[in-house]
């Protein structure tokens, strides 16, 4: 996989370079470097229960942002590449990860658009072996996300969209990818009207559909459902979306699975120094775990910042994820018995997590920064951990 | 190996290849757009989408976000109208002075931040002079700092959910918040994993003794 990622790399970092070299001579563009540099602790560098290791680390993140603003476009692009050290982590002490995202919006009318999103990530996370068992297999990944949505304004008040996305989890090791390596394509459309100044609603049709590679654990997925988008006051922005989603599995097995599915967002600023953000949200998802084919997830999230002086800031995050997983929607017979798999129970799994982090401004162009971030994963399936971090950076514009 | 490889190569060529994209299209529907939908006043909405891209906030947001999607990441970046975003109301030139020196990030330098002339006039003293939005928008950059919901999100919707993979250290609105996916992906690693002289040790243990040995009754 390393030589993988570093070609990818390479090639990646070309095709920003071309595009960079194009905009500079013929267009209105800005085009940054940044630089963030950290020096960390982390106290549970294989994520295990017991014998936990702990281990310092050094993170280099050099980030390359691209804007091209034209009259009726715009293009962005950005490329992240990370290379981590770490000074106790056997069998591989660094990590290559790569990021990369490019937004295209285009105007054709004043009522016609397009636009477009594409998410690369790459990452290299090692295999981790706890008292000499295989306790995660090497799962370094390519995920890629693609987003298209074309909208067309009817009337000053009415707005149709139709989107599509593809999303594809390729893993590198084949053991790994022969359970978990997926595709998701989605479709969609939504009609959004504008109702009064403060208020907007939408109704909306989604089809999704998930393939595994190995033992079907697909399904095909129908969502209809409706939307509100409210201004409350100057200080008080919120979102709330709701309906009804039928899962169809593949494995004639499962049959189908009909859910409720809502999510709700909300940001408010007591005082032009602090913003505070929070959301909750479930429905059925995706599963992280073989040979469960479905989670019911819930998700819940609040944030804080604060402007402590005009150089420093504070950011405070907590976040809750759980989920649950049931046999009868696990795939059973030959592919779950030959993995040892007949005695399956139902299960939760729970996350929590909490961060801090204070950012303190040099200058126009340099911060530094302090973090602390505490994650606790509890789960009736897989092993249960703790884990701590500690870091200090340095954030620089070039 | 080939699907990867075939993917970064797809990859790569369409971020080589879509400056020259947005340049021909440009060009070609350019001349569509009629003068007078150009002369029309810019609301606060299509303010904030402009603004969105411009200080590279989109990454945080769907494809195609609605404005109040916009609003939101705004405002948890601290560019906000003095009261509030509202999405038809046209645009001010306070206003939009406003805006645009929280998007420079240089706010607690406004002598009197409660009077719409003093953003004017600090943009002016700073050397931006601006007669339209277009002008005052092309000071800005990315922010330095950006926030966004970028490791945990609630939306159920499959055309916008964010991805669920993230390397380590991916920000929940500024705070590190790692995206959380830990693979180990089948719960029988664990179930018929090799037991080691050391594990076996510790769960020998802790399994507790008879306090004192049984009476042996002879026969």
């Known amino acids: ?398 | 190996m080939k699907k990867l490889l075939l993917s970064l190569v797809l990859i790569s060529s369409v971020l080589a290849s879509t400056p020259f994209a947005v340049q021909a299209a440009e060009r070609a529907s350019k001349s569509k757009a009629s003068v007078e939908d150009r002369a029309k006043l810019v609301t606060d909405g299509e303010l904030a989408q402009w603004l969105v891209r411009v200080l590279g906030l989109s990454r945080f947001l769907p494809a195609s976000p609605s404005e109040l999607e916009c609003f939101q990441i705004l405002m948890q970046n601290n560019v906000s109208p003095a009261d509030g975003w509202q999405k038809d109301r046209t645009v001010t030139m306070g206003e939009l002075a406003r805006v645009i020196v929280q998007g420079l990030g240089r706010q607690a330098e406004v002598e009197s931040p409660d009077n719409d002339a003093s953003w004017i006039n600090f943009l002016k003293e700073i050397g931006i002079d601006f007669g339209t939005i277009g002008e005052a928008v092309s000071n800005l950059e990315p922010l330095p700092q950006p926030v966004g919901p970028e490791a945990i999100i609630t939306s159920t919707d499959p055309l916008s959910k964010l991805q669920r993979i993230n390397p380590p250290d991916n920000q929940q609105l500024g705070a590190d918040l790692s995206t959380f996916n830990r693979i180990t992906a089948n719960p029988s690693d664990f179930v018929n994993a090799p037991v080691t002289v050391e594990t076996l040790a510790e769960v020998v243990n802790q399994v507790q003794r008879p306090p004192d040995r049984p009476d042996v009754t002879p026969n």
Not at chain 1, 290 to 301: I, M, S, V
Not at chain 1, 360 to 368: A, D, I, M, S
């Open chain 1, 1 to 398: 996989m390393k030589w993988t990622t570093t070609a990818g790399a390479f090639v990646l970092a070309g095709s920003i370079l071309v595009g960079v070299g194009y905009a500079a001579e013929e267009s209105s563009q800005s085009f940054q470097i940044k630089n963030r540099f950290r020096v960390g602790w982390n106290d549970n560098v294989y994520e295990t229960e017991k014998n936990t290791e702990e281990s310092f680390y050094l993170v280099e993140e050099l980030e390359f942002v691209l804007n091209l603003d034209l009259e009726q476009t715009f293009l962005g692009a950005r490329y992240r590449p990370t290379l981590m050290l770490w000074e106790n982590r056997e069998p591989d002490d660094s990590d290559f990860h790569h990021e990369a995202d490019l937004i295209f919006a285009h105007n054709f009318t004043p009522r016609l658009s397009l636009s477009l999103k594409e998410t690369l990530r790459i990452a290299e996370l090692p295999e981790l072996i706890d008292r000499g068992v295989i306790a995660r297999e090497n799962d370094d990944y390519l995920y890629n996300l693609l987003d298209g949505v074309l909208g067309y304004k009817v009337s000053d008040a009415t707005r149709l969209e139709l989107g599509g996305r593809y999303t594809t989890l390729q893993y590198d090791n084949s053991e790994v990818a022969s359970t978990d390596d997926y595709d998701i394509y989605a479709a969609g459309v939504t009609l959004r009207q504008q109702l009064q100044r403060e208020t907007a609603i939408n109704v909306e049709a989604r089809m999704e559909q998930i393939e595994y590679d190995g033992p079907d654990r697909g399904s095909d997925t129908l969502y209809v459902g409706a939307g509100l988008e409210e201004i409350f006051s100057p200080n008080l922005v919120g979102s709330v979306r709701g309906g009804l989603q039928r899962k169809d599995f593949s494995n004639s097995d499962l049959g189908t699975e009909d859910s409720p599915y809502a999510d709700v967002s909300l940001t408010y600023l007591p005082s032009p120094k602090t913003r505070l953000s929070g959301g909750l949200g479930y429905s059925l998802f995706e599963s992280d775990i073989f040979p469960y084919a479905n989670q019911d997830r819930t998700l819940a999230f609040l944030t804080l910042a604060h402007d402590l002086t005009a150089r420093l800031q504070l950011f405070l995050a907590a976040s809750y994820q759980n989920s649950v997983y049931h046999t009868d929607e696990s795939i059973d017979g030959d592919a779950a018995s030959s993995d040892g798999l007949e005695n399956l129970a139902d299960g939760d799994e729970d996350v929590w997590q909490l961060s801090a982090r204070s950012s303190y401004k040099l200058n126009r162009n340099n911060y530094l920064e302090a973090q602390i971030s505490l994650l606790t994963f509890e789960s009736e399936l897989r092993e249960d951990f703790d884990r701590t971090r500690v870091e200090l950076g340095w954030r620089t514009q070039l």
